[in-house]
């Protein structure tokens, strides 16, 4: 293969079984994905909730009722103060995720989960309480800081707990939460939209708490992950505690390889600075361009402004709210998908078919609105044949991110990473994802303004760079324990030449690795 180099397996295999016990942690740590999704899908049906715009922007109200002459539909919702509401998290959370590093480092990731909770929860509060856009601001603020936090400090929380063989469908698991927080959000967005009381925004709002709860109860009865014991010198409950985790006795060569990768880690003074050493480029390339194409694929923009989305391209208010509401289903059962196959086909299969779908469906949609809306957005009748197709076709989009990038950018970066440079390494992997969901979230409305549907075209360049990117520079991860993964990178012909042992028997992993295609294909036969 040209550049991805794909391997299945080590030769070192870790004892071990997955428990009850692992399988309940997991379910609670990936709880801290239920208010990140919540906030995606709440923010763009309230944004589109009448009694919600007419309190805190009239302009954008008045715009709407009685469409400004000169405005077209591409435009109506283009307003600074309306992107700030949903972006200003987003802001907020990659600041949080710096100070999440070193909480989750010197304080455990169990620290980082609860604050990231309390945070979130002050949030709702100021949320749902607002009086004022200033009151808004600052609730969303702090949901972003919650956000930070749960983000940097859950997914490596999985992917250490997590027995090697299951790592991907447990790590999932976050991304499954997120699709269930989104799937919630629009539903109770649904019932809450036509509130004669003009509340609805408010109870929409403030159920951001309930998520928030959740995850801090969750947390507050988690213990804290061996690697992380090691980390701070409890080395005694660490082996007690992976014996539990892993349901059997015989833990020694898994304990002894955690021991040695703390002790290796203990050497670094500064991660951060360490991890832009030559060893650590594949690393950081990763974690910085898996992010990074992650939100370019454009499915944030589908997930913010969904309900915005679908009323300007004709829905009336409840239907697009309906319409997003399906979307919402969709990408919660295509998340399962991925985590039934993501363990037996691998990452790379996951990335390359996704991307290849989501590319597809891109070109639909662009032919779609710029047949019926050109450049003037003035689409005159829509015929329910051609609401139908769209839907039709972002659902397929949908389906696609949710079963490849949505999951995969938050496990993989979370499992290649070195213990000595882990918190350092996930916190650059929440800084891109959040610093691009703002630039998405800030100007997707004045980009929808000026470029009409030629905005879609421009994710759908990103959307077929990044699939030749996980092509030639991302190596199979499947079946791989998390602190064997160097072995990857010192097979990987592009990769290779940063790690200055040459002793890797690169033959034998290419022998490991053609052994591991002929059972696949046993399998798949």
């Not at 051609?386 to 397929?396: K, M």
């Not at 970066?413 to 350092?424: C, D, F, K, T």
Request: net charge neutral.
């Amino acid at each position: 293969m040209a550049g991805g180099l794909a391997i299945s397996k080590g030769d070192k295999e870790y004892p071990g079984k997955l428990t009850w016990t692992v399988l309940w942690i997991c379910m609670v740590a990936a709880t801290g994905g239920l208010i990140f999704g919540y906030d995606i899908g709440i923010s763009g049906g309230v944004t589109s909730m009448p009694s919600f715009l007419e309190k805190f922007f009239p302009h954008v109200y008045r715009r709407e009722q009685n469409h400004v002459a000169g405005t077209n539909s591409y435009c109506t919702f283009n307003d600074t103060g309306l992107t700030m509401f949903t972006s200003s998290l987003y802001l907020a959370a990659l600041v949080a995720s710096w100070c999440a590093s070193f909480v989750t480092r010197k304080l455990g990731r169990k620290a980082s989960m609860c604050l990231g909770g309390v945070l979130f929860l002050a949030g709702a509060l100021f949320n749902g309480f607002a009086q004022n856009l200033a009151m808004l601001i600052i609730g969303r603020v702090l949901l972003g800081c919650g956000v930070g936090f749960a983000n940097q400090s859950a997914p490596v929380f999985l992917s250490e707990t997590a027995p090697y063989k299951y790592r991907g469908a447990l790590n999932m698991l976050f991304q499954l939460s997120i699709t269930i927080g989104i799937l919630a959000a629009n539903l109770i967005n649904f019932f809450t939209a036509d509130m004669k009381n003009g509340n609805g925004w408010r109870i929409s709002l403030g159920c951001a708490g309930v998520p928030a709860i959740l995850f801090i109860i969750g947390s507050v009865f988690l213990e804290d992950t061996p690697n992380s014991l090691i980390e701070r010198g409890n080395n005694e409950q660490a082996l007690e505690r992976l014996k539990k985790i892993r349901g059997i006795e015989n833990v020694d060569e898994e304990y002894d390889d955690l021991v040695a990768a703390s002790t290796a880690s203990k050497e670094i003074t500064n991660p951060s600075f360490n991890l832009l050493r030559a060893k650590y480029r594949p690393h950081l390339v990763m974690v910085t361009m898996i992010p990074f194409f992650q939100q370019l694929t454009g499915m944030n923009v589908i997930m913010f402004y969904a309900p915005v989305l679908f009323k300007t391209i004709g829905f009336g208010s409840n239907a697009s709210l309906a319409s997003a509401l399906i979307t919402g289903g969709v990408n919660c059962v295509a998340t399962l998908v991925s985590i039934y196959a993501v363990d037996k086909v691998g990452r790379r299969v996951l990335f390359l078919e996704g991307g290849i779908q989501m590319l597809i469906c891109q070109i639909v949609i662009t032919i779609c609105i710029a047949v019926k809306f050109g450049v003037n957005g003035d689409p005159g009748v829509l015929p329910k044949w051609y609401a139908s197709l769209v839907v039709v076709a972002i659902c397929f989009y949908v389906a696609a991110f949710a079963w490849s990038w949505g999951p995969l950018g938050w496990l993989v970066p979370s499992e290649i990473l070195p213990l000595e440079v882990r918190s350092a390494g996930q916190s650059v992997n929440v800084s891109v994802n959040m610093i691009f969901t703002f630039f998405i979230a800030q100007l997707f409305l004045p980009m929808l303004c000026h470029m009409k549907f030629g905005l879609f075209i421009f994710f759908a360049v990103f959307v077929f760079v990044m699939t030749f990117f996980i092509y030639f520079y991302l190596p199979e991860t499947k079946g791989i324990p998390i602190e064997e993964m160097s072995r990857i990178w010192k097979a990987h012909p592009v990769w290779k030449r940063y790690y200055e042992d040459r002793d890797f028997d690169v033959e034998k992993f290419d022998r490991i690795h053609a052994a591991d295609l002929d059972f696949t294909k046993e399998l798949h036969i």
